[in-house]
Structures are given as structure tokens and as C-alpha cells.
């Protein structure tokens, strides 16, 4: 309606929400694998670089598009020229998707703080965790087999999401972000100094840091560092548009950028040192190298700190630091997901937030409860996670940059609206990098994610299964985004306003 833009009280809220958003389960769970599996220490060359010409750049962009348009990402683009609403929707359409899979992650880990303190996995926490808790079926048919430990913490997960979300941008996002973030940086903070002590730590450190500078001649490894650069940094679908289409008009975006970018990296950094110290502990008490011991993701999370947990002094603390860190890290990274849609259907339809979060946060979590609190869930999560990350994200994000610089040939008024408000300036290698560098990088990952997938399908699963939910999902995500571009914008929405 006629009421005016929320905004954040001021640029700490927004640099606190914005870190909300990119510290995440990539931090704690990617991260250190990723690292360890690209050359260990001499990962850090390719990694800063990966920072400093795509995911720092990619921020600015995203920032000055939201903040320039002052608008959700199908407005913003809108605004930007007529052609390119649809680029919004397609961002939109990645954010529920990635929210709607996010959510069972954090029911998980929240089921797992409570699991610690009594170490429910007994001795064998793998099979009690695709087993007893998850109770995975044997098919990949979608079940309506809800299992209760997931669906019930799911439906508190949506529950308190609509009661953030429908606070609205001060009362509700940044004042999730303004406790969750120091809570979980305390939280993680004295999990690491716990683990630092765990014998066979330095040994967890030695295997993460020992530079393999060989690795540097290897493109996969630099395609590894921008991909966890992207991923981690929450640029390139809409999030950080969003957050700074909610800033008020003088405020200095580059600053803050380079705020969340180096603070993100930071406790990146953090969580390899914690996550490896563990890891080596682990190794020393089964008799085995930390190569033997080293997962990612669910496997890390889910098997091997369990197993960690048992075993060690003080375990059933470092289980309860470790499980709550994931609740708060995924948290604060699924709230800045959903209002991405939020902010979309409220600016198209002109509703007001509170109906807008019913609606959309009701049916989002409708959806989420039905893929992904049943017997079949965990599947259905690995491959639309597989898809959304790089189909989604990384394509957007490829034809974000090349139609604003090279088709509209907006790339110099958005350095310039960077510059009339931001004290760090950027310049000619900064339009190099967007215009150029970004496209390369983008292109080459995209494409050759695609010819592997369609080549070698997607792990061990049937092709009817990956088709619906990996391509499927992916295509019709595009063509939903272009469906949605040619509705009328209603005339309560804000589209003509400011
Ligand atoms: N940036 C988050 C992380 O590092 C992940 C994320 C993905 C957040 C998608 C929001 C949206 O974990
Ligand atoms: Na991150």
C-alpha cells in the first residue's frame, strides 16, 4: 500500500543481518572440506583471489543494484529495464528452493543439541542416524511417510520464521541477526578453543594447513575456490539485493561490503581450525590418519562429530556448542533466504507484511513438510541442493552480470552510484572484473557443471529421479520466473513510487 519502504535502524544492522546471512552451514560444514580436498594451506592463494576479483566485486554489484532500485529482485530488475523482471523472479525461485530444503538441515541439527547431551546415537551413529532418526526408505518415490523427529522441529523452524519475518526488517531480521550472530560467534569461538585442546589437534591442524602448492596449476581447484567464494558470500541470487534495497539512501555500501567479506572469511577460517582439531582428535583415538576421518556436510556433521562426541573429554559440551552453532549459523542464513520472497510478492501484489508472511511463509513451509519431513527426504534435499547451488545460483548470477554490463551497458552508472556513496571507490579493475573476469569465471563454471552432470548424472540416483528434481526443478524454475515477469504489477504495489 501507501506505505513507505522498511528500513534498517542503520548500517550496523545491516552489516549484522548481511553476516547473518553469509555465515552459514557452508562456513562450518564446507568450508574446512573444501580447503583440506584443494591444496590444505596453499588453498588460501586461490581462495583470497577468489575473494578479492569475484566475491567482493559480486557483493558491490548486488549491493548497488538493491540499493540504486530500492527494491525486491524482480523490482530492482524491473526498474532496471523492462526486459529483465524475469532475472528477479529466477532469484526468487533459487531462494525457495534453497529455504524450503534449508529447513530440514536445521530441524537436524537441532534434534542433534538435544541428542548430545545423552549421546542417543549409541555406538553406532550412522546407522541411528539414516536409520532410527531420519528412517530412510529404500525408494526414492517421494513417501508421505513423515518421520516425527524431522516434522515436528521443521514445524517449529517455520513457525518461528514467520514470526521473524512477519516482525519485519528491524524488529524481526535484524534483530535475529543482532543476537543470533554474537551468540553463535561466542558459541563457536569456545567450541574451538575446546577442540584446540583435544589430543591429536595439532595433528587435525597439520592435515588442514600443510600447503600442497602443486595444486595451484590445477583449474579445479580454483574453480573450487570461487564456487565456495559464491556459496559462501550469499551473492548473486537476490539476498544481499534485497537486504540493500532496505538501507536509507546515504550509506556507505563498499565499506560494509568489505566488512562482511572479510568477516565471513574470518570465521571461515575459524571453522577449519575447529572443525580439523576435532577431526584429528578423532583420527588419534581410532588409530587411523585424519585422511581416513575427513567428511563433508551431512557426513561430517551428522556421523562424524557424533562419533567425536562419544569419545571425547568434555564430548557432550563440544556436541551441544557444535549443534547449536549449526542452528544459529543456518538460521540467520534461512531468514535472509525466505525474505528474498517475501519482499518479492510483497512489492508484485502491494500486501501488507504480515499477510505477505502468512502467505508465503505458509505455503513455503507447506512445501518444505511435505519433500522434506518424510522417509524419502534426505534424497530429495542432496539433489535440488546439487542443482540450486550451481545451475541456480551460479547461472543467475552469470546473467545478472552480462546483461547489466554488456547488453543494457549499466555497469557505469552503477559504479557510479557506488561511488557517490561509499567511502572505498572503485574503478576500472572493478569493471574489468564485473564485466569480464565475473563472465569468464561464471560461464566456465556453469557450463562444465552441466556437461558433467549430463554426462555422469548425479551420484547413484535413478535418472528419472534427478531429471524431476535437478533439471526439472532447474528449467521450470526459469520458466515460472518468466510466467510470473509478465503478470501486471498490481496498483497498490510500490513499482512506480520512489
Ligand atoms: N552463505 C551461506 C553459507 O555460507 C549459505 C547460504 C546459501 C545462505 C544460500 C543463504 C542462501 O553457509
Ligand atoms: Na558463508
Do not use: C, H
Given at each position: 500500500g501507501a506505505t513507505r519502504r522498511e528500513q534498517f535502524a542503520g548500517r550496523w544492522a545491516f552489516i549484522l543481518a548481511a553476516v547473518g546471512s553469509a555465515v552459514g552451514l557452508g562456513n562450518i560444514w564446507r568450508f574446512p572440506y573444501v580447503a583440506y580436498e584443494n591444496g590444505?594451506?596453499?588453498?588460501i592463494v586461490p581462495y583470497l583471489v577468489a575473494l578479492l576479483t569475484a566475491g567482493i566485486p559480486l557483493l558491490f554489484f548486488d549491493y548497488a543494484i538493491g540499493h540504486r532500485f530500492k527494491g525486491s529482485p524482480p523490482m530492482a530488475f524491473r526498474r532496471l529495464?523492462?526486459?529483465?523482471?524475469s532475472i528477479g523472479w529466477w532469484q526468487v525461485g533459487i531462494c525457495f528452493v534453497i529455504g524450503v530444503y534449508y529447513a530440514a538441515i536445521i530441524a537436524y541439527a537441532a534434534m542433534y543439541t538435544w541428542f548430545s547431551t545423552h549421546e542417543?546415537?549409541?555406538?553406532?551413529p550412522e546407522t541411528f542416524f539414516f536409520?532410527?532418526?531420519?528412517?530412510?526408505?529404500?525408494?526414492?518415490?517421494?513417501?508421505?511417510?513423515?518421520v516425527p523427529g524431522v516434522f515436528w522441529p521443521m514445524l517449529v523452524v517455520w513457525l518461528i520464521l514467520l514470526v521473524v519475518l512477519g516482525a519485519?526488517?528491524?524488529?524481526g531480521i535484524a534483530m535475529a541477526s543482532m543476537i543470533g550472530i554474537p551468540v553463535l560467534f561466542v558459541m563457536f569461538i569456545a567450541l574451538v578453543v575446546v577442540a584446540l585442546f583435544l589430543p591429536g589437534a595439532p595433528e587435525g591442524l597439520n592435515a588442514l594447513f600443510t600447503?600442497?602448492?602443486?595444486?595451484?596449476?590445477?583449474p579445479q581447484v580454483w574453480i573450487a575456490a570461487y564456487g565456495q567464494i559464491f556459496f559462501s558470500l550469499s551473492v548473486g541470487f537476490g539476498i544481499m539485493i534485497t537486504y540493500s534495497?532496505?538501507?536509507?539512501?546515504?550509506?556507505n555500501l563498499t565499506g560494509s561490503g568489505l566488512m562482511v567479506g572479510f568477516t565471513n572469511s574470518s570465521f571461515e577460517i575459524l571453522c577449519g581450525i575447529g572443525v580439523f582439531s576435532a577431526l584429528g582428535f578423532m583420527a588419534q583415538a581410532n588409530g587411523v590418519e585424519v585422511a581416513d576421518v575427513v567428511a563433508n556436510g551431512i557426513g561430517l556433521a551428522f556421523v562424524a562429530f557424533p562419533t567425536i562426541i562419544s569419545q571425547a573429554p568434555a564430548g557432550v559440551l563440544i556436541g551441544v556448542l557444535f549443534f547449536a552453532s549449526l542452528v544459529f549459523a543456518g538460521f540467520t542464513s534461512l531468514i535472509s533466504i525466505l525474505e528474498v520472497v517475501v519482499s518479492a510478492v510483497k512489492d508484485k501484489i502491494g500486501w501488507s507484511r504480515w499477510t505477505t508472511v502468512i502467505v508465503v511463509v505458509g505455503l513455503s513451509g507447506v512445501v518444505s513438510l511435505l519433500l522434506f519431513?518424510?522417509?524419502?527426504g534426505i534424497n530429495t534435499l542432496d539433489v535440488t541442493d546439487a542443482f540450486a547451488n550451481n545451475f541456480g545460483i551460479v547461472g543467475a548470477a552469470l546473467v545478472a552480470v552480462v546483461v547489466v554490463s554488456?547488453?543494457?551497458?549499466r555497469l557505469d552508472r552503477m559504479v557510479s552510484h557506488l561511488n557517490a556513496v561509499s567511502s572505498f571507490r572503485v574503478g576500472r579493475v572493478y569493471k574489468v572484473l564485473v564485466a569480464v573476469i565475473l563472465p569468464i569465471v561464471l560461464a566456465y563454471m556453469w557450463i562444465s557443471d552441466i556437461v558433467l552432470k549430463a554426462q555422469?548424472?548425479?551420484?547413484?540416483?535413478?535418472s528419472w529421479f534427478v531429471g524431476t528434481f535437478g533439471w526439472g526443478m532447474s528449467i521450470a524454475l526459469i520458466i515460472v520466473a518468466i510466467l510470473l515477469s509478465l503478470l501486471p504489477w498490481s496498483e497498490k504495489s510500490g513499482l512506480h513510487r520512489e
Open positions: 590444505g594451506g596453499a588453498f529495464s523492462k526486459w529483465t523482471e542417543a546415537w549409541g555406538d553406532d536409520g532410527d532418526y531420519l528412517q530412510v526408505a529404500d525408494t526414492f518415490a517421494p513417501s508421505l511417510q513423515f519485519g526488517v528491524r524488529k600447503p600442497n602448492w602443486s595444486v595451484l596449476t590445477d534495497s532496505y538501507l536509507k539512501r546515504r550509506t519431513s518424510t522417509t524419502t554488456w547488453i543494457l551497458r555422469d548424472g548425479y551420484g547413484d540416483m535413478p
